[in-house]
């Protein structure tokens, strides 16, 4: 498909048709995927292909467990899991967990991820990360760039094979469960469940901030750029 297409309309796709994705298309995917940007081009990430179906299920049971971390925070009112919410924002969000499962669907994407016709865990070598801003004393965002596009890269790649999906990253807050589960060694942390799959229905209008919403010229607080 066209770049600029494929740029515009992959989006996240939760809900499949049964189909399986053959593991030569997922190799595939992988293999076009590899190709994307890491700090120092380290490409520090590590896939597991999760098959087992007891292995999947016990990942799924994580990942709901967190979603309904999640889901506290959104009822809240909050950003979820923001690096500047506070102690009072954490606690409001942890006792709504009781209404988030109250809440869960058996048919939502978060009660059945493990049943997504290919799973995969994505973890990345934590000493392997360019984190340039790990001196800033404030929360560090660019390590996560040495493995986020690639995580990209997949999607648009799966696009590219007639797949859908979504990266997902709640289950990461039960890491320490995740890797034992998947026999992650110390050395890594856990960057994302993707999910993938042939789609029931494909996003086609994404909604998306415009240009003149987040680009400005010579300062933050600078003109608005247009392009004009
Ligand atoms: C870093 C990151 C983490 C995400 N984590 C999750 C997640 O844990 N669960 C989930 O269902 N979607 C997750 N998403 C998908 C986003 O919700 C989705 O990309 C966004 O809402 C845009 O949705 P759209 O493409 O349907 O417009 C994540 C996306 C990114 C980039």
Known sequence: MELRDALRTTGAVRAFLADPVADDVLFRVLDDARFGPSGGN???WHVIVLKDVAVREALGALYLDAWHDYVGHVLEGLVPFSPLASDDERARAARRRGDAVA???PDGFAETIASAPALLAVSVEIGALAATDRDLGRYQVVGGA???PFIWNVLLAAHEYGLGGVMTTVATRREPEVARLLHLPATHALAAVVALGYPQARPTKLTRKRVDEFVTV????GDPFTGQ
Do not use: M
């Not at 010579?218 to 607080?221: L, M, Q």
């Open 146 to 148: 040495s493995v986020y």
């Open 103 to 105: 809440l869960s669907r």
């Open 42 to 44: 380290r490409q520090a």
């Open 218 to 221: 010579d300062r933050y607080d």
